[in-house]
T-cell receptor, first 116, second 110 residues
Framework: DTEVTQTPKHLVMGMTNKKSLKCEQH?????MYWYKQKAKKPPELMFV???????INESVPSRFSPECPNSSLLNLHLHALQPEDSALYLC???????????????FGPGTRLTVT | GQNIDQPTEMTATEGAIVQINCTYQ??????LFWYQQHAGEAPTFLSY????GLEEKGRFSSFLSRSKGYSYLLLKELQMKDSASYLC???????????FGTGTRLQVFP
């Protein structure tokens, strides 16, 4: 199973709403990632979790709050977002740093978020 | 700092061969990845190079020259379904982060 799943596929939310994006993998990967991707742009790294601990936060605004409840799950909690936060949010997983030589990242299908 | 350059767009004909170049400057290099991304979909892994030379995988090959900070992705026997964006990404040695280039949008015509 080389699949990363994400829910929901699409999300429309108002600027005062609170919502969560979910990501799951069962490949035994101990590194999980959140990326934001705008149209016709490459993915931009937001957060990295390694062994369920936050290892990288790319100066993301606090209205985005990641959570890693266990080694298979990764959440992104959203609160008071702005219209410019509308984007495709991609989750990825890989073997952890130094566990493997190549450790390519496997991406989920993404959640297309629209903030109104 | 890091800088990764790829052509923005390329076009090619079905059945042809196309080479997508990627040049990079990084403070620490720990491997180069190529991903394919169809519009509205997630990136999918194509290849990984960490040593100089050519890696071949079916119709796709990837080449790396670390001394020149250069890689290319070679696509042979192009098919219409190869129309997609191709992302070059370099892994940073210190942070292990993947730094993506802006991507090359390839359009294959019949």
């Amino acid at each position: 199973d080389t699949e990363v799943t994400q829910t929901p596929k699409h999300l429309v939310m108002g600027m005062t709403n609170k919502k969560s994006l979910k990501c799951e993998q069962h490949m035994g990967h101990r590194a999980m990632y959140w990326y934001k991707q705008k149209a016709k742009k490459p993915p931009e790294l937001m957060f990295v979790y390694s062994y369920e601990k936050l290892s990288i936060n790319e100066s993301v605004p606090s209205r985005f709050s990641p959570e890693c409840p266990n080694s298979s799950l990764l959440n992104l909690h959203l609160h008071a977002l702005q219209p410019e936060d509308s984007a495709l949010y991609l989750c990825a997983s890989s073997q952890a740093f130094r566990e493997s030589h190549s450790y390519e990242q496997y991406f989920g299908p993404g959640t297309r978020l629209t903030v109104t | 700092g890091q800088n990764i350059d790829q052509p923005t767009e390329m076009t090619a004909t079905e059945g042809a061969i196309v080479q997508i170049n990627c040049t990079y400057q990084t403070s620490g290099f720990n491997g180069l990845f190529w991903y394919q991304q169809h519009a509205g979909e997630a990136p999918t892994f194509l290849s990984y190079n960490v040593l100089d030379g050519l890696e071949e995988k079916g119709r796709f090959s990837s080449f790396l020259s670390r001394s020149k900070g250069y890689s290319y992705l070679l696509l042979k026997e192009l098919q219409m379904k190869d129309s997609a964006s191709y992302l070059c990404a370099v892994r940073d040695l210190q942070t292990d982060k993947l730094i993506f280039g802006t991507g090359t949008r390839l359009q294959v015509f019949p």
